[in-house]
Nanobody, 123 residues
Framework: VQLVESGGGLVQAGGSLRLSCAASGLAFRGYTMGWSRQAPGKEREFVAAISWTGAVTLYADSVEGRFTVSRDNAKNTVFLQMNSLIPEDTAVYYC?????????????????WGQGTQVTVSS
């Protein structure tokens, strides 16, 4: 199984980025997909999750209304559209796959993880 994130970079506060995560080696339609992030010196934290069909999404309070998670099951890809970015969003962003009908907000239920992509928001 491989999860490969892309789309990170350096952006000014108020700007936008769109992260992608391409999955291979798993039955993508059968997995809840999630995004988490880890800032320097901090624990990894939940950002967003999306159900198998894409019909249900869940967000951390800190990103609600600014970030949108979506998926394209035909392309085995999950996206994270990030708008109105703030310096506090600076972190390495990871996508993950969970073989569950639930939308986990903790790390343990996720079976597979990508290597992460760096997002840096300058003030």
């Amino acid at each position: 199984v491989q999860l490969v994130e892309s789309g990170g970079g350096l952006v000014q506060a108020g700007g936008s980025l769109r992260l992608s995560c391409a999955a291979s080696g798993l039955a993508f339609r059968g997995y809840t997909m999630g995004w988490s992030r880890q800032a320097p010196g901090k624990e990894r934290e939940f950002v967003a999750a999306i159900s198998w069909t894409g019909a249900v999404t869940l967000y951390a309070d800190s990103v609600e209304g600014r970030f949108t998670v979506s998926r394209d099951n035909a392309k085995n890809t999950v996206f994270l559209q990030m708008n109105s970015l703030i310096p506090e969003d600076t972190a390495v962003y990871y996508c993950a796959a969970a073989r569950t009908l639930k939308l986990p907000t903790t790390q343990d239920p996720y079976n597979y993880w990508g290597q992460g992509t760096q997002v840096t928001v300058s003030s």
